[in-house]
């Protein structure tokens, strides 16, 4: 189920701290419930795409020592679990918010078409996990029940969109010519293209990103100083950048920028002076 990954479900908090909500208990325990089925939820597409892709994972430099395609987690097993989280996930999110739980069966429903057929499609299969990380943060803005900036669900899409696309740029160029056999859709990719778009996906996020700091509701957080954290939004662009043009490093950079040490710094010193201007200043 990957737990590494679910610092991906801290999406799920944003609308709470940017709707300066972070003080309100009953709005912090919503937001936490809801990240943690979001973690069940994203557990359950794990396993349900470690089921589906076993035979290519074994042909893969490091996916191969995964549970279950190493053998260690039976086929069947994982398939009772990743039904038992999907569905708990949505019923307890029912009862948290409706519109909460569609937001997950949404979420579910995608990854099912992504693990199914939308994976072999190429720019599809960014778009989809783009989308996925947009729904997390509407999940968390229906969860707490707060209305949040469309340019802040625009920064996460791109983001998102921009990762998916330095994850694939990385795995073409750590192949070494064996690229279809660990994901079909690679041979549709050229590194070239993968490089431009990325570039041009950088320039719409830091772009939509200057759009949120500068926009009028950042008055409404006491401060016109949110301008001062593009610089952190710039350098985090290009950190990233440079860990997926390591091909020297098998692990893909989605998973090492978590620990990255300038990428994890300029992370911090981005949260610390946010949180500072929202909620201090």
């Known amino acids: 189920m990957r737990p590494h990954q679910w610092v991906k479900n801290a999406f799920v908090l944003a609308p709470l701290v940017f709707a300066q909500e972070l003080t309100n208990l009953d709005a912090v325990l919503r937001a936490a419930l809801a990240t943690a089925l979001f973690c069940a939820a994203s557990g359950a597409v794990y396993l349900m795409n470690d089921c589906f892709d076993v035979e290519k994972d074994r042909a893969h430099p490091t996916k191969r020592h995964r549970p279950i395609p ?3 987690l039976p086929v069947p097993t994982a398939q009772r679990v990743a039904v038992a989280a999907a569905i708990g996930s949505v019923g307890i999110g029912a009862v948290l ?16 078409a992504y693990s199914r057929s939308l ?11 783009a989308f996925g990380f947009l729904v997390r943060a509407v999940a968390g803005a229906l969860a707490i029940d707060v209305p949040v900036s469309v340019w802040l669900f625009a920064c996460t899409f791109l983001l998102a969109l921009y990762l998916g696309m330095g994850k694939r740029r990385h795995e073409l160029l750590a192949a070494e010519g064996n690229a279809s056999k660990q994901r079909r859709v690679l041979d ?23 759009a949120y700091a500068v926009e009028d509701h950042s008055l409404d957080f006491g401060t016109d100083r949110l301008p001062y ?16 043009s390591d091909a020297s490093d098998p692990d893909s950079p989605t998973e090492r920028m978590v620990t990255d040490p300038p990428f994890l710094l300029n992370l911090a010193a981005w949260g610390l002076l946010m949180l500072y201007l929202i909620y201090a200043s």
């Open 70 to 72: 190493s053998g260690a």
């Open 97 to 112: 918010a409706p519109l909460f739980a569609v937001a997950v069966a949404a979420y579910l429903a995608v990854n099912v």
């Open 119 to 129: 994976k072999h499609v190429p720019y599809i299969d960014v778009l989809t996990i």
């Open 188 to 210: 549709a990719y050229d590194p070239s293209q993968l490089t431009m778009a990325m570039l041009g996906t950088a320039l719409a996020t830091t772009a939509a990103y200057t």
């Open 229 to 244: 954290t593009i610089p952190f939004c710039v350098i985090g662009l290009l950190r990233f950048f440079r860990l997926s």
